[in-house]
């Protein structure tokens, strides 16, 4: 989300209108998520997709009309069986709404700033709003802790207390609240709305543990994937721009050491590929504790099992040996760096959906 914002804010900043789509509902099997989102200006696509094909040529036509008249719409987009092999009974529900001067581009910067300084933000926006006239449909309230941006206090009230509960869980998450007409938050409505909540969390960091030749393509698709990645190694030969482009951080020195003083959290996905067994053995006990949702080991099933029975034999509790991911990377057949480095990327994304899942009810 964080390379979308940026890319909104920057049609924003020059002064063009932007029509955001975003997923608020699904129905049958359908190839994106609630929350999902798609920019689109006067030339196109700007950023981010709803789920491509005829679906979504269908949402590029009604943000031309969104565009074209400033009025934000609801509708309901049925999916062709053709679009990724899906029953003829798929649809998405998609909010149309435009993103015009400079309220608009705070907002996005709003994001995009909290983002690129690591922290989550929520987004709350009423996407139904028949015959409330206080809430109109679009309204926005960007929420970054405890303070929300751009509203009046009363209307904000409730849109920030339908979003502070997801933003505290610090999770991505899309979901649609209902605030009932009786509710005592919404006592100037004459009719319920929804609310679609959205958080909006910093990247994911991928510390690759040895700088060899299966790190440098899982550096490359792990950027693909949206990571920050962090190389860590004690070869400066080896771990170094030229062989790492694209990696955002090259950490010089003892891994074990390095992994010791660096901030661990659950949003941090840690491969070890270091160059011998001792090395190995050092960093696992640094991270196997750690908070870190994704522990990864290259090395031999039988490497693999020694060193969990040496950590066992050191007390390790068998919950924390049981996250060990080793050996690393899915079971396609992989025998080369760069297909190796596909495994593991897949086991990554398995590993993310499952533990940080795009939560909807």
Known sequence: MKSFFDQLAGTLALGDTVAVATIVGTSGP???????????????????????????AAVCRIAREVLADGRARRVSIPL??????????AAIAVFLDPWPGPAALALAEGIRDGL?????????????????????????????????????PATAA?????AVPALTAGQ????????????????????????????????????????GHIAQPLAAIAKLLGYEVMVLDDRPALANAERFPGADRLLIGDPAALLRDYPITPRC????????????????????????????????KRRAAALRA???????????????????????????????????????VQVHYATFRCHNV
């Open 80 to 89: 062709a069986p053709e679009d990724a092999g899906l029953s003829p009974a």
């Open 310 to 348: 040496a950590l066992a034999e050191a007390g390790i509790p068998a919950d924390r040996l049981s996250r060990l991911h080793s050996p690393a990377g899915l079971a396609i057949g992989a025998r080369t760096p760069a297909a190796i480095a596909v495994s593991i990327a897949a086991e990554l």
């Open 116 to 152: 690129a300084a690591g922290r989550a933000v929520a987004l709350a926006t009423v996407v139904r709003s028949e015959g409330a006239g206080d809430w109109p449909i679009g309204r926005k309230v960007l929420i970054t802790g405890a303070a929300a941006q751009g509203q009046e």
């Open 158 to 162: 409730a849109l920030r207390a339908a």
């Open 30 to 56: 359908v190839p994106r998520e609630v929350g999902a989102k798609m920019a689109v200006g006067e030339e196109g696509v700007l950023a981010g997709t709803v789920g491509g094909g005829a679906g979504e």
């Open 269 to 300: 996905h840690v491969l070890l590929a270091p160059p011998d067994h001792a090395q190995a053995d050092a960093c696992l006990r640094e991270v196997i504790g750690s908070a870190a949702s994704y522990v990864g080991l290259v090395a031999s």
């Open 172 to 211: 991505a998450y899309a979901a649609l609240h209902t605030i009932p007409a009786d509710d005592p938050a919404a006592s100037l409505l004459a009719a319920t709305i929804e609310i679609l909540v959205e958080v909006f969390v910093p990247p994911l960091t991928l510390l690759l543990v040895g700088a």
